[in-house]
């Protein structure tokens, strides 16, 4: 009984497996869709780090400029 019903669960896998590749492989719109996503996505990424990256350097040259234009009392040597 267990063999039988597992024997129907792994044809059904096949069956539903087989149709859900025919439904996206042979889908000419899905690859697309896919192979856009796949090849922007490096981009967003590598982009969105430079830009964070831009302005961390943007933000410490201008805390540099404003220490330089007002230095602590600290920082000042007589």
């Known amino acids: ?3 039988q019903l ?3 669960n792994d044809l059904y896998f096949l069956l539903i497996k087989s149709i859900l590749l025919d439904m996206t492989i042979n889908n ?3 690859i697309f869709a896919l192979i856009t996503v796949i090849w922007f996505t490096p ?3 590598v982009r969105s780090i430079n ?3 831009q302005k961390k350097k ?4 201008q805390n540099d400029a ?3 234009l ?3 009392p600290e920082d000042v040597e007589d």
């Not at 943007?58 to 040259?61: N, P, V």
């Open 51 to 53: 830009e964070s990256n």
């Open 58 to 61: 943007k933000k410490k040259i």
């Open 43 to 45: 981009g967003i990424l």
């Open 70 to 72: 007002y230095p602590n």
């Open 6 to 8: 597992l024997m129907i």
């Open 66 to 68: 404003i220490k330089k």
């Open 1 to 3: 009984m267990y063999f």
């Open 28 to 30: 000419p719109i899905f």
